[in-house]
């Protein structure tokens, strides 16, 4: 047959061959396994480490970090996370990309007020260190660190920056010791510094006062050393009868010492400024002074 006598119609009606329908089926089955592998990819993508990134801006620079370091149980970004999103009409009148929340985008960050760049990528550092980064900071920097956490109420975050602070706020002064403790509630340092006042009987009420230790801790230092005094002198006195000059007077046992003269009794038994109460004596009357103000504390 002449190939010029075939028609169009019979070229297009001509069926096709079997190898292409195997190639389609296959085309299908390809298809059909794509799916199931996004489908599995749509399972998984919920797991552990599959992190959202939240945007905060600070002062004039933006940072992202991972959502869940900041969704800590008890913490403030927890509550604000857990917000519900604006509706359509609240974003347009608010201005704001209806698909683009606060925080999920460059141009629409977590605006963090009142707080230094330095000081958020300080406790960044200690929230989410990176590896290869130096997680060495400056006694700064951890005052920075702690007080973030505790404004925050990042626990963990606050314990090592009480932890790593702790040898810096023993070298203070106690006026800056017993300030630093009130600010950060944080009562070891409370308890330890008012001892340490309470003992230094050097430390006047007005270089409290000028130093900015607030009235009522003044008052309570005051309260603590008189009752440590107070204790001293009420030391249990043994009495002998002797005879001296002819007149008769007492031999009196003082602690370790014993008295047996109008002189010895006029060195040894002078009042003193100083506390002789123990460390740990003196511990349990701050703690009995200040119950109080540290039952209302932190006790990390």
């Not at 007005?206 to 607030?214: E, F, H, S, T, Y």
């Not at 249990?236 to 014993?258: D, E, F, K, L, S």
């Amino acid at each position: 047959m002449d190939l010029g006598d075939l028609t169009t119609s019979t070229l297009i009606e001509r069926p096709q061959p079997q190898t292409d329908a195997i190639e389609d089926q296959k085309d299908r089955e390809l298809i059909s396994n794509s799916n199931d592998i996004v489908k599995e990819e749509v399972k998984l993508k919920y797991d552990d480490y599959y992190n959202e990134i939240v945007v905060f801006k600070v002062e004039d620079t933006i940072f992202r970090a991972f959502k869940k370091a900041f969704t800590i149980q008890g913490c403030f970004f927890e509550s604000m996370f857990s917000l519900p999103r604006p509706s359509e009409a609240q974003a347009r009148s608010q201005s704001l990309e209806v698909d683009s929340p606060e925080g999920t985008s460059d141009s629409n960050p977590i605006v963090l007020e009142g707080i230094s760049k330095a000081a958020f990528r300080s406790f960044l550092k200690v929230l989410m260190p990176i590896e290869g980064v130096s997680s060495y900071a400056t006694n700064k920097q951890w005052l920075s660190v702690l007080d973030l956490s505790t404004m925050w109420d990042f626990q963990t975050v606050r314990a090592k920056a009480i932890k790593a602070l702790g040898g810096y706020v023993m070298g203070l002064q106690p006026p800056e010791r017993i300030i630093l403790s009130w600010k950060y509630e944080v009562k070891a340092w409370l308890i330890n510094a008012l001892v340490y006042a309470a003992r230094q009987t050097t430390i006047s009420r007005k270089a409290l006062r000028q130093a900015g230790v607030d009235p009522d801790t003044i008052s309570g230092i005051y309260s603590v050393r008189e009752m440590a005094r107070s204790e001293d002198e009420s030391q249990q006195i043994v009495v002998q009868r002797g005879q001296c000059r002819a007149a008769h007077i007492y031999v009196t046992h003082i602690g370790t010492r014993t008295v047996h003269s109008l002189h010895d009794w006029n060195t040894y038994y002078q009042p003193t400024p100083e506390i002789n109460a123990d460390d740990r004596r003196l511990r349990e009357i701050v703690m009995e002074e200040f119950a109080d103000e540290l039952k209302g504390m932190r006790n990390d």
